[in-house]
């Protein structure tokens, strides 16, 4: 087990003060074994930022050869469903990951209620009838303290009655609260009575109508650590204020054990948002076409876009884990999905913007199959078979009739090398009616095939193509940023849709790939040489009518 990658013929795995307590913790013999948990509230899907917290829990816990629970934080039926349950597995899989238990903070819902009813009777807990508002105002600021509710001094009596009926249903939602009896001019704002459940008469997506009161994120969740055994509380920095509270209560009631809670620094990319109350925004207002639009920042919406768990898992690997705040450039997440594609993604050929070339010297009707490296730098994968025909599409791009002096595509009377081909040069531009160009008239140089003498000769530019008999036509999409600005969230005054990028998606319904991508299964990559990598797409890709989506391109195009 992990205890020995202390040691210096080890493998090296970058650190981090979490890591070092951990070390520290079995070292010292304080725990045998660790146990970590991710616990997602089911509000929505899981998003990037919550990638970082997964490959923490799960990473540390698979290091040092402990557990990892998957436990639903599903405290607050108003906004939890089964489906975000299933996505939420479902991504936590596809990254690399299997939990160890999976739980649901409603599995404790009566344990939560009687140790409850412990701290009502040590009168360490009581009922407030005030409505929330009123108890909000009387919550004091950081520099003024709070307002004792008058309902604070309730006998013990009173207060185990009422908190039983509000358990039975006998009142109506916002009647009463249960409050922590604690500190109303704590300089913790969390530690001024928190509220610890309140009556809502909704069912539970797990519990039915079994329940009329639900525990409020704070009394559930350290307890339901407590429960489980976790050693270490792995949360986000938000959390920080919240610690007193969490080792108040666990101090309180008989706890089986006293996890301990640790803070770390929140993931945040630049160029989208990442909670999701905004993201579930920007589903149901249809500004995405769903929760796992390849726009989104969400783990299913990167996956359809084509990243790799391992992309992500090595990006938030190199990120590490500290207590500083920081916005990560969405280029490097760019940058970690080039590099893991640039090694694994087959090299192919596609048009997105088609432009017909007849080759003139060439014979009608024949199809030769050209032999093309899978990947340059890997020969181990092989070769695959390029069908050539007279007639090919070019990328309209590489075609100027009266270009710049530093254009080193084609244009009339110029050469230029066909990927994997030979040297054309144009003879002659069609046009049609309205002096658009629709056809070049290329004549091609059969001394510069590969294995004859000029097979080496040189010109100036190469361009990628596909057979017009055999390239099979796709739908293409490609996308950009979500958002144009940087921080989206970042002037108040407005609404940070107005900030939504109108050509975030382009959809190009008739480009043309090789067969052999077009026959490609869901999911698979692809480098489009010159233009990308691209994936299917995991939902409208069909056999005979390919979707792909690009992944990135091919350089950061936004960086100047
Ligand atoms: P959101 O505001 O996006 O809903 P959340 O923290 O409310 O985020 P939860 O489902 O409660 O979402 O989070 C589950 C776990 O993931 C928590 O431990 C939380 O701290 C962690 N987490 C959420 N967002 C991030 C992030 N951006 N970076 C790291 N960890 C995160
Ligand atoms: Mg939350």
């Known amino acids: 087990m992990g205890l020995e990658i202390v040691s210096d013929d080890a493998p090296v795995v970058a650190t981090n003060f979490i890591r070092n307590i951990v070390i520290k913790d079995l070292q010292s013999g304080k725990h045998q074994a660790i146990v970590t948990r991710f616990p997602p509230e089911p509000n929505g899907h899981l998003h990037i930022g919550h990638a970082k917290s997964i490959c923490l829990n799960f990473g540390i816990a698979q290091e040092f050869g402990g557990k990892t629970h998957l436990r ?20 936590v899989r596809w990254l690399g990951f299997e939990w160890d238990a999976l739980l649901n903070a ?80 704590s300089p913790n704002m969390n530690l001024r009575d928190p509220v610890m459940y309140r009556i809502l008469n909704v069912p539970h997506h797990r519990t039915g109508d079994k329940w009329h009161i639900y525990p409020m994120y704070d009394w559930a969740h350290g307890q339901s650590d407590a429960i489980e055994g976790i050693t270490h509380s792995l949360c986000t920095l938000e959390f920080e204020d919240h610690r007193p509270l969490y080792e108040w ?52 919406g990167l996956r359809r876009r084509g990243y790799t768990p391992e992309a992500i898992r090595a990006f938030w690997s190199d990120m590490g884990i500290s207590k500083q ?7 490097v997440l760019e940058n970690a999905i080039r590099s893991d594609l640039n090694e694994r993604a087959p090299r192919t050929m596609a048009v997105l913007d088609p432009l017909k070339v007849v080759l003139i010297n060439y014979p009608e009707g024949e199809t030769e199959w050209l032999e093309a490296a899978v990947h340059p730098q890997r020969p181990e994968l092989g070769t695959r078979q390029v069908p050539l025909t007279r007639e090919i599409w070019i990328e309209r ?53 590969s294995g004859m003498p000029g097979a080496n000769r040189k010109v100036k530019g190469t361009i990628h193509w ?25 002037e108040k005054e407005r609404d940070f849709l107005e900030f939504l990028n109108p050509d975030s998606l382009q959809v190009i319904r008739e480009a043309y790939v090789e067969p052999g991508v077009a026959a490609g299964e869901a999911n698979g990559c692809y480098q489009f040489e010159r233009l990308g990598y691209f994936t299917h ?20 195009v936004w960086r100047k």
């Open 466 to 490: 596909v057979s017009a008999v055999h390239g099979v036509p796709a739908e293409v999409r490609l996308y950009d940023r979500l958002f144009t600005v940087a921080n989206p969230l970042g």
């Open 537 to 556: 797409d995991g939902i409208d890709s069909k056999p005979g009518r390919p979707v792909l989506n690009r992944t990135v391109t091919l350089r950061d």
């Open 72 to 91: 639903f934080d599903d405290t607050n039926p108003l906004k939890e469903s089964d489906d975000h349950v299933q996505a939420i597995m479902e991504d």
């Open 397 to 449: 791009g590489d075609f100027m009739e009266d270009p710049p002096r530093k254009f080193f595509r084609l244009r009339p009377d110029g050469e230029v090398r066909l990927r994997n081909a030979f040297i054309v040069r144009c003879v002659e531009v069609v046009k049609g009616e309205a002096g658009e160009v629709i056809e070049l008239r290329c004549e091609y140089d059969v001394d510069s095939r």
């Open 249 to 300: 209560f666990l101090e309180n009631i008989p706890a089986p054990c006293q996890p301990r809670q640790i803070e770390f620094a929140r993931g945040n990319l630049d160029f989208t948002v990442m909670s999701k109350r905004r993201l579930l925004q920007l589903v149901q207002e249809g500004h995405v076409a769903g929760w796992d639009d390849p726009r989104m920042p969400t783990l299913s």
């Open 325 to 331: 705040e920081s916005i990560i450039e969405m280029g």
């Open 106 to 185: 409603s599995d404790y819902f009566d344990q939560l209620f009687d140790w409850a009813l412990h701290l009502v009777e040590r009168g360490k807990a009581y009922v407030d009838s005030q409505d929330a508002e009123t108890i909000r105002t009387q919550r004091g600021t950081l520099t003024e303290p709070g307002i004792e509710s008058p309902f604070r001094q309730r006998p013990v009596d009173e207060n185990r009655d009422l908190f039983l009926r509000m358990r039975n249903g006998e009142f109506e939602d916002g009647a009463h609260v249960l409050r922590a009896k604690i500190d109303m001019s």
